[in-house]
């Protein structure tokens, strides 16, 4: 992964083999990123992402493998008790075009990802709610 | 939902139970924004998504309930004779990932959206095409 | 099709019969852009969109013809060898709300489609890689 600064925008490029949320990671940890929001493309070829069954309140893993190409991978950066915490949603298209997605828990990249983060001045922590079962925004 | 304004940025959450194009109109109004690009993800238990026959000039509908995540959602606020307008396009992937998705007409909140709105510094009005059967952007 | 510029974001209409892909070009040469991230909704009569077989390093293609909504339509203007460059990928909802898509090779418009052109004060150029058999960025 490599990537560079414009003003308040990161433009990445995770590389074969990566994973993305890693990669994010890495990158709102080395510039102490508090709040952004993501936006990507590019190619992967695992990845899972679930679905959240909000009468359990428990996520469900749906895992894909082969060539897909990402055609939405968005999201936000942000803290839970001041800490790093990503959220990001994904979908990809099979070799036939056909489009799975949902929450993202992993990618892995195949051939390239081209992310810009738009970095935004200000901070959003998180708290559990416990009546969604998730880690909302705290306003 | 509540929401906070960083600079140009906005990022609001919307709640369980609410709808998605009411709170973008609410935000819109209270702001005063006349032009904007929203960006979102988030988790839905019933949304209303149109694709226009263009040879009809009319929108048909499809209608969704379940457990769906969010993947991508994107659009546009304006005016149209002054007057606040928006336009939003939203796909969700089901329980097993699939993905669909189309014009958004109506998304009811199942968990938690999360949505950031670019304040545009300028205006672009719309006006009726004839031909087409939509509101356009006019400049 | 036509467009404004506020700052450092374009909006642009563009109109019906007119190719995505040409469009962005269009734009990006007129306003002298080495850097941007494009966000776009709108509706598409016909488009074709890739898959990188990353075995093969080679892109396959799947078309599409009929109403369909864009969901997704992402991606980035930068250069290679200092010349325009482009890299969309586009996910769109059929009839029934079905979502198909991938690297974005050709999209004509049939209704409107909306852009939103975000301009980075900045130059990212690219590079053939030859292991992975893209374009990719250079930094």
């Known amino acids: 992964m490599e990537y560079r600064k414009f003003d308040d925008k990161i433009i990445a490029r995770i590389d074969k083999g990566e994973e993305i949320l890693e990669q994010v990671k890495n990158i709102a940890l080395k510039e102490n990123i508090k709040l952004a929001n993501i936006n990507a493309l590019g190619a992967v070829g695992e990845f899972t992402v679930g679905v959240f069954k909000t009468g359990e ?56 990802c081209e992310m810009i983060i738009y970095v935004i001045n200000g901070e959003v922590d998180r708290y559990k709610d416990e009546d969604i079962g998730l880690n909302l925004f705290k306003f």
């Open 57 to 112: 309140k428990k996520y469900y893993a749906n895992e894909f493998k082969g060539d897909f190409e990402i055609v939405s991978l968005t999201g936000t950066i942000n803290t839970m008790n001041g800490e790093f915490y990503s959220h990001l949603h994904m979908s990809a298209g099979d070799i036939e075009g056909k489009v799975f997605g949902g929450h993202l828990n992993k990618a892995i990249v195949s051939a390239t």
